[in-house]
């Protein structure tokens, strides 16, 4: 469906994006018996060369290392365990990043690759440098090539999904617009393969996802999120103010030239650091910390850290800079933070005022066990 006024309002929405992160999945670049497909490749980078033209930068957040692995490999099938995974990712991350580098050198542009891990967005440190790695290569003219850095991923801290990953890095760049391609024309309120599903052109809300049935992922086997982690990836975004456009890679141009394709999902909330925004969005904690009320009351009444006089019991085996989650006095999830203690030092200092640690322990256990920066409250 489409409207005039929606028409004009996503030209324009797409002309003023001076900084546009565009995702493409698996499904859209590759096929599990014959890997990367050369033709789609050249096409998806002929469409982002000409958005360059337009003075737009550009971030790719490029799936695919694993299907394309999986071919060298004399596999066929995408294989179930994490190790094997990375094995083709390793394989196939190097010929992605061959691919697009000499696709872009055709326009006469650079690219870099990026491989990120949760650890990167999370940790204040690395996320630091991950955002000046990204500004100097955008003023350098490069266009970034990201994917989760799988090798080294481990179960435990994986995106897993590059949909939720591209999020974080169109708030991490400062992203104007998110641009998720995949191989459906958009968000349907149905599975796409049922009869009678219709294309949802205009999300504003979360009523208008209210009958919106999400089925498991297509067909071909390469792609992991399904619509599922799209939907996701578009929370995060327009919560932290940036539109998105979910459509197919065949739409691309389309799409980046301002035609009314797909499904617009519309900035709804105000930026947020992007460190946090991953915090609130993971699927779990590395372990629990059990407050008492009142220490509830401090971290989400007055935004106070969180000090170890409230806290009542500690479980998991985290180290210190991981997430955990807080539990208020009936089990229910309040707030996630990073955590400044192992879970093995933290017994001793239960229900210890900071001040008598100082004296006990020394100036190193004054700390607070989470920083208030380091906490994101949970409304569930
Ligand atoms: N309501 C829905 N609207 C659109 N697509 C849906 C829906 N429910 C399930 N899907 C499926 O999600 C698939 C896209 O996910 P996926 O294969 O992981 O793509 P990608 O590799 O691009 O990340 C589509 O092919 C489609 O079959
Ligand atoms: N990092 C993985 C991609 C994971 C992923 O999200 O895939 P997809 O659902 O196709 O976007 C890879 O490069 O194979």
């Keep these: 469906m489409t409207t005039t006024d929606g028409s004009a309002a996503r030209a324009s929405l797409v002309a003023g994006a001076r900084r546009i992160v565009v995702k493409v999945g698996s499904s859209s670049l590759t096929t599990a018996a014959g890997g990367i497909d050369p033709a789609r490749v050249r096409r998806l980078v002929e469409v982002l060369a000409a958005v360059r033209g337009t003075g737009a930068e550009v971030v790719l957040v490029s799936s695919g290392a694993i299907a394309a692995g999986l071919a060298p490999l004399g596999l066929t099938t995408r294989p179930r365990g994490l190790a094997a995974q990375q094995a083709a990712a390793s394989v196939g991350q190097g010929l992605l990043a ?173 930026r947020r650091p992007t460190r946090l925004l991953w915090l609130a969005h993971a699927t779990s904690g590395q372990g629990t910390l059990t407050l008492d009320a009142g220490a509830v009351r401090a971290v989400v009444e007055r935004r106070a850290s969180l000090l170890a006089a409230g806290i009542t019991a500690v479980d998991g085996g985290f180290v210190a800079g991981d997430a955990v989650d807080l539990l208020g006095p009936d089990g229910a999830l309040v707030a996630r933070g990073l955590v400044n203690f192992d879970a093995e030092e933290l017994p001793a200092l239960l229900g210890r005022s900071t001040s008598e640690l100082k004296v006990a322990l020394g100036s190193a256990y004054e700390r607070e066990v989470i920083h208030r920066d380091d906490l994101v409250l949970l409304e569930r």
């Design 98 to 270: 061959h691919r697009y580098q000499e696709e872009f050198a055709r326009h006469g542009i650079v690219t870099g690759q990026v491989l990120l891990t949760v650890d990167d967005v999370t940790r204040r440190v690395h996320y630091r440098n991950a955002h000046q790695t990204f500004a100097k290569l955008l003023e350098l003219g490069v266009v970034p090539i990201v994917n989760e850095n799988d090798t080294v991923a481990t179960s435990e801290i994986r995106f897993g999904d590059n949909d939720r990953l591209a999020a974080l890095v169109a708030h991490l760049v400062h992203a104007d617009l998110l641009v998720l391609l995949s191989d459906v024309e958009g968000l349907y309120d149905g599975p796409p393969s049922r009869e009678g599903s219709r294309l949802v052109p205009l999300v504003r809300s979360e009523e208008d996802l209210a009958a919106v049935t999400i089925g498991s992922a297509g067909s071909l086997g390469v792609g992991t999120g399904g619509m599922t982690t799209k939907v996701d990836a578009a929370r995060i975004a327009t919560g932290a103010g940036i539109d998105v456009v979910l459509t197919s890679a065949d739409q691309a141009a389309a799409a980046l030239s301002g035609v009314e394709v797909g499904t617009h999902f519309a900035a709804t909330g105000k």
